[in-house]
């Protein structure tokens, strides 16, 4: 049986406290997971604070540099273990995961550490009273000990999100990869020991949250700042938690996106998009669309468009050509999402496609599956529309001009995402003025350039990381005044 240890001050750490890690693709006990008390918590966050105060910090940015990049080269080396281990915890198709998630986590390491050693800092000289000169300069410090809570949508690609800029910018991390999806966080672990990074500046910790290592270590008053990834509910838990001390947080929480077809979009194209939007990696991603109002001359075409689009996705397990739909997380998630499947038809939903469970073959019978699902005819005030469900499924509703359809996009507690359908230039840019989320695609969805800004508004979020953006989070910036 295979073993995730925690990974503390450059050693693999077991415990006599161990969890089941179990493939959703057919419920199988894969390996299991040594969950850290307090007593590895703190050995983590001493070895993060000794790293920071030792030879990490004192290394010049060049060498981090060559090092990080190191860290990006050993995990393409080693692309497969990454991609299987991946596949196993998640179940997602091979086809997304080696396309996305593998490549955009090796690059992560590299994008960061080009961007912190390119990245200036502001100067400005001024005239001083008694008619003299001053300049001052921005100096930037590494914020210290980052704690990095993780979801389990896309693990590695989210954990090295913010593992990358955060070693860029010279800081010690402990991770705590979410309890569904152990195994690459901890793969990590080998890559930092074969390319020489220092003991103490990546350490993982597992477990669960509450009365689990995420809060034993979110708490820990040596923690210096906490970067998170997961549910609204979760961040003010531990906003709380960062309360004390007042440490800075850095949040990406849930989002009930938009999506927003007018008339005269690329038909095809549209359609495309949302049938990506809705349902890749089966509705669990947080920029996904589970919203989508299209304009009315278009709405019946459309709906009959993207339910062929659905009821076209092959369902089964990752390795399975041509398979563009795997299972859900986990039994609670699929619970979770069939008991919003339940709701829509008590609220009286037309239910266009899907809405249960797909039959599958026996072997596969005790995975997480669900049918993506399209409804159409709910007020905007049902359970579907209003809360996240982070499944394969979205509600399409008709509208009329474009103030409607902002009005439609803007009425929720979330601000994270939207993706936009218009050839019209003018309406492009003012949905794009008008509609309240940190991330707004036209003609695009999930389309990434990572020097951009990423975040979200409202309950989806707090700060921006991305580019020079994700210094504002892992630096201390500090303003040095010269009188000359
Ligand atoms: P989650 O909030 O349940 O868990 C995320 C992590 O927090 C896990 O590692 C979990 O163990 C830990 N945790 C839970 N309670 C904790 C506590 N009290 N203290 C410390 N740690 C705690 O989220 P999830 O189910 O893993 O992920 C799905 C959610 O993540 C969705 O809401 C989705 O929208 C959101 N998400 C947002 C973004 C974004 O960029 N905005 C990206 C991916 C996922
Ligand atoms: O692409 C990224 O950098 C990113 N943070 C994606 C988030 C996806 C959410 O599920």
Redesign the pocket.
């Known amino acids: 049986m295979k073993q995730f240890h925690n990974f503390i001050n450059g050693e693999f750490v077991a415990t006599s406290k161990t969890f089941e890690n179990r493939t959703p693709v057919d419920n199988q006990v894969i390996g299991l997971v040594h969950e850290a008390g307090k007593v590895e918590v703190d050995a983590a966050v001493k070895a993060a604070r000794a790293a920071v105060d030792g030879e990490w910090g004192r290394m010049s940015v060049v060498k981090r540099v060559e090092l990080l990049h190191a860290v990006a080269d050993e995990i393409n080396r080693r692309f497969d273990d990454f991609l299987a281990a991946e596949l196993a915890d998640t179940g997602k198709p091979h086809s997304l995961a080696s396309h996305i998630d593998i490549p955009r986590g090796a690059a992560n390491f590299k994008i960061f550490a080009d961007i912190v050693k390119n990245a200036p800092t502001e100067s400005f000289q001024m005239t001083t009273p008694d008619g003299g000169t001053a300049i001052s300069y921005g100096v930037r410090s590494p914020l210290g000990v980052v704690a990095v ?5 896309l693990p590695l690609l ?1 954990m090295t999100w913010k593992v990358g800029p955060a070693l860029a910018c010279g800081n010690a991390v402990i991770v ?4 569904e999806t152990p195994a690459t966080a901890t793969l990590l672990g080998e890559v930092m020991n074969t390319v020489g990074i220092p003991k103490g500046v990546y350490n993982v910790v597992h477990g ?3 009365n689990s290592a ?2 034993f270590l ?1 708490t820990h008053p040596e923690v210096d700042g906490i970067t998170f ?4 509910r ?1 961040g003010e ?2 906003m709380a ?1 960062a309360a004390k001390g007042v440490r800075p947080v850095s949040f ?4 009930k996106n938009a999506g927003i077809v007018f008339a005269d979009a690329d038909f095809d194209k549209a359609v495309a998009g949302i049938t990506r939007s809705a349902f890749e990696n089966c509705g669990q991603v ?1 920029l996904g669309t589970e919203r989508v109002y299209v304009q009315r001359p278009v709405f019946d075409k459309f709906v009959a468009a993207l339910k062929a689009k659905a009821e076209s996705l092959k369902i089964g397990p990752p390795n399975e050509p041509g398979v563009g739909l795997g299972p859900l997380i986990s039994a609670e998630h699929k619970q979770k999402v069939l008991s919003y499947y339940d709701k829509a038809r008590a609220e009286g939903a037309i239910i266009v496609t899907g809405g249960g469970s797909p039959t599958m073959p026996a072997e596969l019978a005790n995975g997480h599956w669900v049918q993506p699902t399209i409804w159409t005819g709910l007020p905007e005030t049902a359970s579907v529309i209003r809360e ?1 469900i ?1 499944g394969p499924c979205c509600h399409i509703a008709p509208f009329d001009t474009a103030e409607e359809a902002i009005a439609l996009a803007n009425n929720t507690q979330y601000g ?1 995402a939207t993706t936009i359908w218009t050839s019209n230039l003018s309406t492009a840019h003012q949905m794009a003025a008008s509609v309240q989320v940190g991330l707004c695609w036209i003609n695009s969805w999930f389309l990434r350039d990572l020097r951009t800004a990423f975040g ?1 508004s409202k309950a ?2 707090i700060g921006r990381e991305g580019g020079v953006h994700s210094l504002e989070f892992y630096t201390d910036l500090r303003n040095v005044m010269i009188k000359l």
């Open positions: 809570v993780c979801p389990w949508n989210l705590k990869p979410s309890e669960f949250g509450p995420g809060e979110t990834t997961g549910e609204t979760t838990a531990i938690a990406e929480l849930g989002g947080c996240e982070f994270l979200g989806s979020g």
